[in-house]
């Protein structure tokens, strides 16, 4: 199917568009503009911006967007040529013709395009345009589940293009997740190499919760080192008491 924006709302549900620096993934570090957009209704318990999720009237102009995106990039020779399409869900429905146009633009003016995908989909229209994809696995602790057979084909078609994220509150997450890794590398004959990123749960403004990340790390330890362990150093950053230098 071919999306067109001239065919459908020239408004955008967009929540806001803003530049950080990658804190949860294997591009951790990494500069980007984050294009977040608004609603979603997967409903994972321990979600972290829940204030995404209503449906909001779409507000945003297509090419105010795309400006908000340059403006953001700065000048050329300290442009950020990096954007990443986050929600709310960007592989809603509702979002898709959005983002598959966002994305092609985007790519069309030289970013990097990586996609916050929260694993209960695989939209090819748009993973097969973007440079990146990080796709979520559903710990028991969400509330949600994920459908290894979506891994599987992420891998099948994405390998060379994706992570796996997921959330860890628990002893019972973590196993969860090991039993789906170790399911999933004997359904793909041990040829599943995309790489698979463990962080534990907080809340952004919460201390960093220290017993809980050496817990994991040392479990990880303890199974072989499967995971990567990233602490989600945004919300080690943007703590409560976040100021001036
Ligand atoms: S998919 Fe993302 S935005 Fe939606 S409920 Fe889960 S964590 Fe929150």
Same mark, same amino acid.
């Given at each position: 199917?071919?999306?067109? /924006? *001239? %065919?459908?709302?020239?408004? @955008? &549900?967009?929540?806001?568009? =803003?530049?950080?620096?990658?804190?949860?993934?294997?591009?951790?570090? %990494?500069?980007?503009?984050?294009?977040?957009?608004?609603?979603?209704?997967?409903?994972?318990?321990?979600?972290?911006?829940?204030? %995404?999720?209503? #449906?909001?009237?779409?507000?945003?102009?297509?090419?105010?967007?795309?400006?908000?995106?340059?403006?953001?990039? &700065?000048? =050329?020779?300290?442009?950020?040529?990096?954007? *990443?399409?986050?929600?709310?869900?960007?592989? $809603?429905?509702? $979002?898709?013709?959005?983002?598959?146009?966002?994305?092609?633009? /985007?790519?069309?003016?030289?970013? #990097?395009?990586?996609?916050?995908?929260? &694993?209960?989909?695989?939209?090819?229209?748009?993973?097969?345009?973007?440079?990146?994809?990080?796709?979520?696995?559903? %710990?028991?602790?969400?509330?949600?589940?994920?459908?290894?057979? @979506?891994?599987?084909?992420?891998?099948?078609?994405?390998?060379?293009?994706?992570?796996?994220?997921?959330?860890?509150?628990?002893? $019972?997450? =973590?196993?969860?997740?090991?039993?789906?890794?170790? !399911?999933?590398?004997?359904?793909?004959?041990?040829?599943? !190499?995309?790489?698979?990123?463990?962080?534990?749960? =907080?809340?952004?403004?919460?201390?960093?919760?220290? +017993? @809980?990340?050496? *817990?994991?790390?040392? /479990? !990880?330890?303890?199974? &072989?080192?499967?995971?990567?362990?990233? @602490?989600?150093?945004?919300?080690?950053?943007? +703590?409560?008491?976040?100021?001036?230098?």
């Amino acid at each position: 199917m071919c999306y067109k /924006l *001239s %065919t459908m709302s020239s408004k @955008l &549900g967009i929540n806001s568009i =803003y530049m950080a620096t990658e804190g949860e993934g294997i591009h951790i570090g %990494t500069p980007q503009i984050f294009v977040r957009f608004q609603g979603c209704n997967i409903g994972c318990i321990n979600c972290d911006s829940k204030d %995404t999720w209503e #449906f909001t009237e779409p507000e945003m102009d297509f090419d105010a967007a795309i400006s908000k995106v340059e403006e953001l990039a &700065g000048e =050329y020779p300290m442009r950020v040529k990096r954007v *990443s399409i986050t929600g709310g869900d960007p592989l $809603h429905p509702k $979002h898709v013709p959005a983002v598959t146009a966002i994305a092609k633009e /985007l790519k069309k003016r030289g970013y #990097f395009i990586n996609l916050e995908a929260a &694993g209960t989909r695989i939209v090819h229209e748009i993973f097969d345009a973007i440079d990146f994809i990080s796709f979520d696995f559903k %710990t028991p602790s969400t509330g949600v589940r994920t459908n290894p057979k @979506l891994i599987i084909k992420l891998w099948e078609q994405y390998q060379n293009k994706a992570q796996i994220k997921a959330v860890v509150a628990s002893r $019972h997450d =973590y196993e969860a997740a090991l039993d789906a890794f170790k !399911n999933i590398s004997e359904q793909t004959d041990h040829k599943f !190499n995309v790489p698979w990123v463990i962080t534990p749960c =907080y809340e952004p403004g919460e201390e960093l919760p220290k +017993t @809980l990340a050496q *817990s994991i790390v040392e /479990l !990880n330890h303890s199974y &072989g080192a499967p995971f990567r362990v990233i @602490l989600q150093q945004h919300k080690v950053i943007y +703590t409560s008491d976040f100021g001036d230098f």
